[in-house]
């Protein structure tokens, strides 16, 4: 059995409580003799900056580059607020994703039968949801240049955002949607703003070749992209993978983020290029949620959205589908169960704290034989 180097970069606030739960996971497919870890743990984020004075050390990023998967809690809270702006504990995140090279953002939305009513649209519309986003995460507006406010001759202020993307950069992202779809329902939806947008132009041309190319096998249709944010709302099941550039990203996963009910439910992943030599990706799993400061300390943060990213790095680095199906198909049972935590529980109903929950799908993985 192939051993997997994983680095666990728990961070701040309620990201070690969740890190937690997946630390005693990780070790129940260990001791199951389901797949074998080789763990290594850092610091990242206000922890990072405490102990020296930056984000993330170079000896973690070593780490980081080593490991076949790095697995994030969250980082941040009003204890950094005034360090200085390149230590800041976001900066360890954005290095991370740089220096890895982490162009694909996937979240998936997936709304469990039993969370059904938690959501914000009808029951109907959500139940049975399971819809993948996947997100072009380092170009486009937010990295174009120029990128800057000028103040103009007669004094007003002009700011400037500049919208880039080649064929390459296209393609790379488009290629991962088509590959995840054909081990889904095979169909892609390209979300771009062609009438209106030269690279939204670009975008649909080198999408509609690379299609015809290489990816004839996968369904594919172009929706504009506010259509598409209101296709989310109105009927999602109608989509199966949706991809779409940095900044329609964005807006997108975070349209269908709200329609399976709470932030501490929803995990992701970031890819990098595949690596010729040894079919690779360098990868980062992280909850969507950041590091809730508000209930740190007081065990009750939902660990779901932290295991679920363990389900997606058994998927998507360590080409372990059915351990990700049977630890999704243990929080879906959970669920199912009734058990809650604050969070996802009715008002005034009982809810477990963060290890019990994480007990219970522990439980639920045994049950399951
Ligand atoms: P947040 O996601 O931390 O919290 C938003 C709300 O959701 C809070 O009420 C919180 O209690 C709740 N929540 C979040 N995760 C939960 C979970 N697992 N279980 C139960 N409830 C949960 O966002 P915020 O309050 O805007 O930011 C707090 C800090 O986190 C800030 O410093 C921010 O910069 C940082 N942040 C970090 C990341 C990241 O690490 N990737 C992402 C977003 C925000």
């Given amino acids: 059995m192939a051993t997997h180097k994983l680095l666990l970069l728990p961070g701040d606030g309620i990201g070690p409580e969740v890190m937690g739960q997946v630390e005693q996971i990780v070790s129940w497919f260990g001791k199951q003799g389901l797949a074998s870890f080789e763990i290594e743990k850092g610091l990242v984020g206000g922890a990072a900056y405490d102990a020296h004075k930056q984000a993330i050390s170079e000896g973690d990023m070593k780490l980081a580059e080593a490991a076949d998967a790095v697995l994030f809690g969250a980082v941040g809270g009003p204890k950094w607020a005034d360090v200085p702006y390149q230590h800041r504990p976001e900066a360890g995140l954005l290095r991370l994703r740089k220096d890895l090279g ?55 202020k002009r700011g400037v955002d500049t919208q880039l993307y080649t064929t390459g950069e296209i393609e790379r ?119 809730a400061p508000d209930i740190a300390g007081k065990g009750l943060a939902n660990p779901i959205a932290m295991i679920g990213s363990f389900a997606m790095a058994l998927r998507y680095s360590f080409n372990a589908g059915e351990a990700a199906d049977r630890l999704e198909g243990a929080i879906a049972d959970v669920l199912g169960s009734g058990t809650r935590t604050k969070d996802i529980a009715a008002p005034g109903a009982n809810a477990v704290s963060t290890s019990e929950m994480g007990q219970a799908i522990i439980g639920a993985l045994e049950a399951r034989g």
């Avoid at 009513?117 to 174009?144: C, N, Q, W």
């Avoid at 939204?200 to 990816?215: F, R």
């Fill in 102 to 156: 982490l162009f694909a953002n996937l979240r998936p939305a997936i709304c469990y039968p039993a969370l059904a009513s938690a959501s914000s649209l009808k029951p109907e519309v959500v139940e049975g949801l399971d819809i993948l986003i996947v997100r072009e995460l380092t170009g486009g507006v937010y990295f174009g240049e120029p990128k800057e406010i000028v103040t103009l001759e007669d004094g007003q």
């Fill in 173 to 291: 992202i488009c290629r991962v949607a088509f590959e995840l779809a054909r081990t889904r329902r095979n169909k892609v939806s390209s979300a771009e703003k062609h009438n209106v947008m030269k690279t939204g132009v670009l975008w649909k041309q080198t999408v509609t070749a690379l299609h015809a190319a290489e990816y004839k096998d996968v369904e594919l249709e172009h929706v504009l992209a506010d259509n598409c944010a209101m296709q989310l709302v109105r009927w999602p099941k109608q989509y199966d993978v949706i991809v779409c550039d940095n900044l329609f990203g964005d807006i997108l996963s975070d349209v269908a983020a709200m329609l399976t009910g709470s932030l501490g439910m929803l995990p992701s992943a970031s890819l990098g290029a595949e690596d010729p030599a040894t079919g690779k990706r360098k990868a980062l799993y992280e909850p969507v949620h950041g590091s």
